[in-house]
């Protein structure tokens, strides 16, 4: 009796475990997340890191002709999903901008924009709302782009003229492309902030060394990025590169500033800079 008695618990208990197991795993299925798009399946821990070529946009279009114009892609920690198709591209970037806006800082990003903080890595939200607001009023708006007509008109034809000496010669015309540009935003930072000619030139000619190497450093694969668990060892020493780039951007921001406050008539906006500072006030 003992013995039967003995078998019939074992057999409820068995029975109890297996109810509990089906359950967990029904559970656990119904708040997976929606299944993701195929995709390679890659190496445990890298992903496909060690599959990629140097020629990225022909890799990604041989994958869409494999699996369709969006596909998953795992590079090491992190899972990619890539949009292949016009129609796709308008639905994420037009129609579903806002679901999309936000997205990981990388560690280089993180120093630059003292942890994530500025308009391009903040995620969209009340503080991204006011620097977009700060950004429009004080740069972007009608009358200040008018009113930077003239620092246009001068830089484009500082272009053109040393493209124009320098005819017969080889000439890197995307450097130039970016000195024309990063002069045109510097002017329209803190347009008179500088006394003379040459000491606009010599902040300028330092800042584009500084956008340079922040480009460089942005945009260059980083272990830490790709591996957070590793983001702590700086294996590339990128971010200790990056915070000495972002110290010597301050020491430019620092100095402009300072000549600006020195020069800034009470009341008077004349460009973003001018715009911040009265906010400050």
């Known amino acids: 009796m003992d013995c039967a008695a003995a078998q019939s618990f074992t057999a409820l208990c068995a029975a109890v475990v297996v109810w509990y197991t089906v359950l967990f795993f029904r559970l656990r299925r119904s708040r997976r997340s929606p299944p993701l798009p195929p995709g390679p399946t ?3 821990v890298i992903g496909s890191l ?12 041989k994958l869409a002709r494999m699996y369709g114009p969006i596909y998953r892609i795992h590079l090491g920690r992190k ?44 995620p969209v939200g009340p503080t991204w709302r006011m620097l977009r607001r700060i950004c429009v009023q004080g740069a972007l ?35 130039q492309m970016f000195v ?9 930072l803190w347009r008179d902030a500088l006394e ?16 340079g190497e922040i480009m460089v450093l942005i945009g260059q694969p980083n272990v830490s990025d ?30 402009v500033i300072e000549q ?9 906006v004349k460009d973003l800079l001018d715009h911040m500072l009265k906010l400050e006030e």
């Open 42 to 44: 890659g190496l445990p």
């Open 50 to 61: 060690l599959s990629l070529p140097p020629e990225l946009h022909l890799h990604f279009t």
């Open 79 to 122: 899972l990619a999903i890539v949009v292949s198709s016009p129609a796709l591209a308008r639905e994420v970037l037009r129609d579903n901008d806002l679901a999309m806006s936000s997205h990981d800082v990388p560690a280089t990003g993180r120093l630059l924009s003292y942890g994530g903080n500025d308009m391009g890595y903040s």
């Open 141 to 175: 708006n009608p009358s200040s782009l008018d009113a930077a007509y003239g620092l246009r008109r001068r830089e484009v034809r500082a272009t053109v003229g040393h493209l124009r000496a320098s005819a017969g010669e080889e000439v890197e015309v995307g450097t």
């Open 180 to 188: 024309t540009v990063m002069n045109v935003i510097t002017s329209m």
């Open 196 to 211: 003379g000619g040459e000491d606009r030139e010599r902040v300028g000619r330092e800042f584009r060394e500084l956008m």
């Open 226 to 255: 790709l591996f957070p668990a590793l983001a702590r060892f700086d294996l590339q020493g990128k971010e200790r590169k990056m915070a000495l780039v972002t110290e010597r951007l301050d020491r430019v921001y620092s100095s």
């Open 260 to 268: 600006k406050r020195k020069k800034k008539k009470k009341g008077e």
